[in-house]
């Protein structure tokens, strides 16, 4: 056999497999995520620190992924930041809790030094333009809870702040 006769056959018409997958997941938090869970449960932003750079992780990570080593002290961050990023979701995902549109973002908030995702609301997704126009890098949010949070990601979101 030749090298050439090793090829595959050209294919002229786009070819796809195509894959439906329905999984549940049950984690086991452990101390890390279970205290940052219990801190959204109390409405309390809780990150951790990294004692080589110093650097406080939120949401709180168990190992700092730039030197590699355990975090140590939790450090409550504050309420306001700043947008880092955004995308504004106009097609439904299946098994999202929130029908588009919506706005998921990343934003650093006050005392950490790195970003959380979550849902920006009170916006008016209906022109596209305009609600981009309002979400910038750097754009000024704050940290709104459920009046019941349950310890879950979805307990807080994001609010443009106006000053």
Known sequence: ???????????SEPAFFEQTWDLSYRHALGTTVGGFLA???DKRLLGRRCPECQRVLFPARSFCDRDHVETTDWVEVGHHGVLEMFTIVYEPFP????PPPYVLAYARLDGADTAVVGYVKGLD????????????????????????????VTDFWFEVSDG
């Open 125 to 152: 997704l209906s022109d596209v333009s305009a609600a981009a126009a309002r979400l910038t890098t750097g754009t000024p949010v704050w940290v709104r809870f459920a009046d019941d949070p349950r310890g879950e």
């Open 39 to 41: 801190g959204l449960r």
């Open 1 to 11: 056999m030749t090298t050439q006769d090793a090829r595959p056959a050209v294919i």
């Open 95 to 98: 098994g999202m809790r929130v």
